[in-house]
């Protein structure tokens, strides 16, 4: 559309350089010396002292004059230039004009020995180049100059002239689809109705409906705000009109006001379109809401946008959509119908919409066939589209930092981490104590989260310090719930309680290792009493109100209950943490045994996960579970190193592919000869059978073991000896054609007795 193009070769650049080598070239061209300037008559007297016997010594005499264009050059007797470097060089110079070149004319017709002792040359008819071509490069240097002060002055960008023209960042068409956003489906379903709009308005014209002329998009940072926008004009493929609502404010009285008008009076000549507004807030608060007045500047700006919107002058064919995560400051005004009929809100997506996310978002990184997306989606509970992205972004990274061909879960468990708590410190030193006390800390942790049938499952316990935590248990939600039961807010608690009380159980003693813990469990006990009507004394009755306090509005705030009310309600809190402290206690003293055993594994390979969490839960030992481990390691890096020799294979059939390709061009070109191209195919043709015979070995031997495992369930099913299994193992020699003949039999013989039956029947 309007878009310039960034970047390019632009004439202007072309005739600066132009102008500077000129510039140059003229400082270094030698132009000639013409000596001193002088009068007419001075000439006249130099010419006659040739022949002057009583003119002096010291005086001049000419030796040679020149006549070119109204200026003579004369060289006088002694002088360094001779004829041939006139009128480049000479010793004097004068202006003279017709009455002037008579008298010279007069001197030499008259005077015999004055033609024979001074020289006289004329110029030739025609024009001098130089004296043009200066004038010329002198007046184009000053237009130049004159042409580049204005451009410093009326520049498009930064220019004092400009200050009211509006910002916006792009007229292109998006790109962006619906089928590219996962997790928004009623989302999608509320912006169907504007993209249908704009491809077809007479369908909705003829019925007499009027689409929305604003739609304002409110959710938290992250949730895809800007994306479903961009969506909406990439379905109707209408131009995209972005700006930020910051761009409208500026130092300079009324330019706020002055950008709206220019921004509508730019979609009015691209309409139809889409006008989104990043970041509404900024300049669409509440009027009058400031301490000691409101802002001017800002209100003019904010007049105007209503104005645009909805005000005398119809805007058809624009939509406005807006974004922003506080809409509760923003002015009644701008949210009447008529000019942002409708809010949609942009929720966090749910399990369903993060896997939706989650596989969008992983279409174009290498992902293992282990990683299960289910399972992340369940983990990465809270987590909006942007931080979804930036997982799997560092994800990508710390795989490719391991050398890994592909991500695998482990990455991705490692990148959620980081995003929500920072890197691991593993290069922190730590006393053996303190990995002792964490161990247990996050032990007594997981045993409860598994212990407690309210608590969420877990999936993975860590006692490698990051970010301000030394060790960390992350559980792994079934569902997103909505709402909190008092059982699951009883022993969340609980499961809270478990670091500090399996340091008191294990070492009579306590650290300050808890703090985060006794804050979350105060917070929520405090959500009991204060907001949830969970309190036996209380009951039915709030206490403190969700809403944000918007200083230019809430001037003050106060409790709405009296001071044995919330005696009562700081007693309720402390009975709830007591309760859940003894319960939390009882269940962990019962398991002392695990909790040990898991503090063991723990500090042996300081990184857990659920299923290493179930084993030891069941009662399995910390060797038999190192051993597992180990050997799912193993596998891990023999797939890894598997997946590695293929890929390196695969690209060095490319490479000798290219290479052909190449030595063909070669041969044309005549660099290269037949014999040596052949060399060079022959080498392929080499490496692709050894490629071909190591693919067909391999679908060889997958059968082989699947017999094998077949052989040994029958075996176990059976009851035989493990004798008899190792046999099996050593005979192994399928015969496929004799077993597909006595196949081919039982079919024959199933066949006909089949249709004996069917006869008998009939």
């Known amino acids: 559309m309007n878009e310039k193009k960034q970047g390019g070769f632009k004439l202007s650049y072309l005739i600066v350089f132009l102008v500077v080598v000129l510039l140059l070239c003229l400082l270094f061209i030698d132009f000639g010396n013409n000596g001193q300037k002088i009068e007419w008559t001075q000439a006249y007297e130099y010419v006659e002292n040739a022949v002057d016997p009583d003119a002096s010594p010291d005086d001049p005499k000419a030796s040679y004059i020149y006549f070119q264009n109204g200026t003579g050059?004369?060289?006088?007797?002694?002088?360094?230039?001779?004829?041939?470097?006139?009128?480049?060089?000479?010793?004097?110079?004068?202006?003279?004009?017709?009455?002037?070149?008579?008298?010279?004319d007069d001197l030499f017709t008259n005077n015999e020995a004055l033609r024979d002792a001074v020289g006289v040359g004329y110029a030739p008819a025609g024009v001098n180049f130089w004296d043009i071509l200066i004038p010329i490069l002198y007046i184009c240097f000053a237009i130049f100059v004159i042409w580049m002060i204005y451009k410093m002055i009326a520049g498009t960008n930064k220019s004092a002239l400009s200050f009211g023209k509006t910002k916006v960042k792009s007229y292109s068409?998006?790109?962006?689809?619906?089928?590219?956003?996962?997790?928004?489906?009623?989302?999608?379903a509320e912006?169907?109705?504007?993209?249908?709009?704009?491809?077809?308005?007479?369908?909705?014209?003829?019925?007499?409906?009027?689409?929305?002329?604003?739609?304002?998009?409110v959710g938290q940072p992250g949730t895809g705000k800007t994306l479903l926008a961009r969506a909406v004009a990439g379905e109707s493929k209408v131009p995209f009109i972005s700006i930020s609502g910051s761009d409208f404010v500026e130092m300079f009285v009324g330019v706020g006001a002055s950008r709206v008008r220019d921004l509508f009076d730019q979609a009015k000549k691209n309409k139809p379109c889409i006008v989104f507004i990043d970041e509404i807030d900024a300049v669409g608060r509440q009027r009058g809401a400031g301490l000691g007045g409101g802002n001017d500047e800002r209100e003019q700006t904010l007049n105007q946008l209503l104005v645009e919107m909805d005000g005398f002058e119809p805007n058809e064919g624009i939509i406005v959509l807006a974004a922003t995560n506080r809409s509760d400051v923003l002015d009644p005004a701008l949210m009447r119908p008529g000019r942002f009929d409708r809010q949609i809100y942009v929720h966090i997506p749910d399990v369903k919409g993060r896997e939706g996310i989650l596989r969008i978002h992983a279409r174009n990184k290498p992902i293992d066939e282990s990683v299960d997306f289910s399972v992340l989606a369940r983990i990465t509970s809270g987590f909006t589209g942007a931080d979804i992205e930036n997982m799997l972004n560092e994800s990508a990274i710390l795989a490719a930092r391991a050398g890994r061909p592909k991500i695998i879960m482990e990455d991705i468990?490692?990148?959620?981490?980081?995003?929500?708590?920072?890197?691991?410190?593993?290069?922190?030193?730590?006393?053996?104590?303190?990995r002792k006390l964490t161990a247990y800390h996050e032990a007594g942790h997981a045993i409860l989260a598994k212990s407690l049938k309210n608590c969420d499952d877990v999936q993975e316990v860590s006692i490698i310090p990051r970010g301000s935590a030394g060790g960390y248990t992350m559980s792994r939600p079934e569902t997103d719930d909505l709402m909190m039961t008092i059982g699951k807010a009883n022993d969340t608690?609980?499961?809270?309680?478990?670091?500090?009380?399996?340091?008191?159980?294990?070492?009579?003693?306590?650290?300050?290792?808890?703090?985060?813990?006794?804050?979350?469990?105060?917070?929520?006990?405090?959500?009991?009493?204060?907001e949830w009507g969970m309190s036996k004394k209380i009951g039915f009755l709030a206490l403190s109100s969700n809403s944000q306090v918007f200083i230019g509005r809430d001037y003050q705030t106060k409790n709405d209950f009296s001071e044995k009310l919330a005696g009562i309600a700081d007693d309720e809190i402390m009975s709830i943490l007591n309760t859940n402290y003894k319960r939390a206690k009882d269940i962990l003293t019962d398991k002392i045994e695990i909790l040990h055993e898991m503090a063991k594994l723990l500090m042996e390979r300081e990184t857990i996960y659920k299923e290493e969490v179930d084993m030891i839960m069941a009662g399995k030992k910390t060797e038999e579970i190192v051993k597992i481990m180990d050997a799912k390691e193993k596998a891990q890096k023999e797939k890894e190193a598997?997946?590695?020799?293929?890929?390196?294979?695969?690209?060095?059939?490319?490479?000798?592919?290219?290479?052909?390709?190449?030595?063909?061009?070669?041969?044309?070109?005549?660099?290269?000869?037949?014999?040596e191209l052949k060399v060079i195919k022959q080498e392929y043709e080499n490496f692709k059978k050894e490629l071909d015979k190591d693919i067909n070995s391999k679908t060889e031997e997958q059968p082989k073991v699947e017999e094998v495992k077949e052989e040994k369930v029958e075996v176990v099913e059976e009851g035989e000896t493990t004798k008899k299994s190792d046999e099996k193992e050593v005979v192994v020699e399928p015969e496929t054609e004799k077993k597909e003949e006595k196949k081919q039999d039982i079919d024959k013989k199933e066949k006909s007795t089949k249709k004996k039956t069917d006869k008998k029947e009939d």
């Open 642 to 675: 598997k997946i590695k020799a293929e890929k390196a294979r695969l690209d060095k059939l490319r490479a000798y592919e290219n290479k052909i390709k190449e030595g063909e061009k070669l041969v044309k070109m005549g660099v290269l000869s037949e014999d």
């Open 493 to 530: 608690i609980a499961m809270s309680m478990g670091g500090r009380i399996a340091e008191e159980i294990i070492f009579k003693d306590i650290t300050s290792g808890a703090s985060s813990d006794i804050q979350h469990a105060t917070k929520i006990a405090h959500a009991m009493v204060y």
């Open 173 to 188: 068409m998006s790109k962006v689809k619906f089928d590219d956003i996962a997790g928004m489906e009623e989302e999608k």
């Open 191 to 217: 912006l169907q109705e504007i993209v249908e709009f704009l491809k077809n308005p007479k369908k909705f014209t003829d019925l007499g409906a009027r689409i929305p002329k604003g739609v304002l998009l």
């Open 73 to 104: 050059y004369i060289i006088v007797v002694g002088s360094k230039y001779a004829e041939n470097q006139v009128p480049n060089y000479s010793d004097y110079y004068f202006n003279y004009d017709a009455s002037i070149k008579e008298r010279f």
């Open 413 to 434: 468990t490692e990148g959620i981490n980081k995003v929500i708590m920072g890197p691991q410190k593993k290069s922190h030193v730590i006393t053996k104590k303190e």
